[in-house]
């Protein structure tokens, strides 16, 4: 079975410093790795993809993200934060049985502060 | 439709009383999940439907909630006898998966609340 962790529930980051959000999968087969944002009253929406193209993904607002299958993790970064980057993201990871149902890591939530 | 859509957006009700949530996924979307989030829980898995095969109800917290999904399209989540411990926002998605690799798009959810 799938399973995503990410490591700390809040992170906060001064503005124009690194964002680093921490994701680690479990896969028994070559996975999808997605991560996804919630900015404030709004829905998720999809930030970035891995699908096995490249190792380093960018996204949308500046974020990528590297897929490092020795440490499985799939870490989110942000060289400046920005104030509106202060959201919650997810991590996810499908592709297990051949099918899509994914599962989404507890979630991050970026603070940014002035 | 433009996106995808839920309703009602919120809903409150008694313990012990039945709900429905609705969603209508992007026209043309042959997969459609159904997520619970709760406060600090991130988002829960609850079942998953693709096209005429068998839905994946893996992730169904007890036997009181059930999904359909009628024609392909428009899915119902219906909870029986809620319980406070209910409380959460339920999100709905649909996917095109032969295509994007699976990526989903999300309804603005519905807040459900019981008292």
């Known amino acids: 079975a799938q399973s995503v962790t990410q490591l700390g529930s809040h992170v906060s980051v001064s503005e124009g410093a690194l964002v680093l959000l921490r994701c680690n999968y479990s896969?028994?087969?070559?996975?999808?790795l997605f991560w996804y944002v919630q900015y404030p009253n709004q829905g998720l929406q999809l930030l970035l993809k891995y699908t096995s193209a490249a190792t380093l993904v960018k996204g949308i607002n500046g974020f990528e993200a590297e897929f490092k299958k020795s440490e499985t993790s799939f870490h989110l970064t942000k060289p400046s934060a920005h104030m509106s980057d202060a959201a919650e993201y997810f991590c996810?990871?499908?592709?297990?049985?051949?099918?899509?149902?994914?599962?989404f890591g507890a979630g991050t939530r970026l603070f940014v502060k002035a | 439709g433009a996106g995808v859509s839920q309703s009602p957006s919120n809903k409150v009700t008694e313990k012990g009383k039945d709900v429905e949530l609705r969603c209508d996924p992007i026209?043309?979307?042959?997969?459609l999940y159904w997520y619970r989030q709760s406060l600090g829980q991130g988002l829960e898995f609850l079942i998953y439907?693709?096209?005429?095969?068998?839905?994946?109800k893996s992730g169904l917290p007890s036997d009181r909630f059930s999904a359909e999904r009628t024609g392909g399209s428009v899915s119902t989540l219906t909870i029986q006898r809620t319980q406070q411990e209910d409380s959460a926002v339920y999100l709905c998605a649909s996917s095109t998966p032969g295509q994007e690799h699976g990526i989903q798009y999300f309804g603005a959810g519905t807040r459900l609340s019981v008292l």
């Open positions: 439907f693709q096209g005429n095969s068998a839905p994946d």
């Open positions: 996810a990871v499908s592709g297990d049985t051949g099918g899509f149902k994914t599962i």
């Open positions: 896969s028994s087969v070559p996975p999808y």
């Open positions: 026209s043309g979307h042959t997969a």
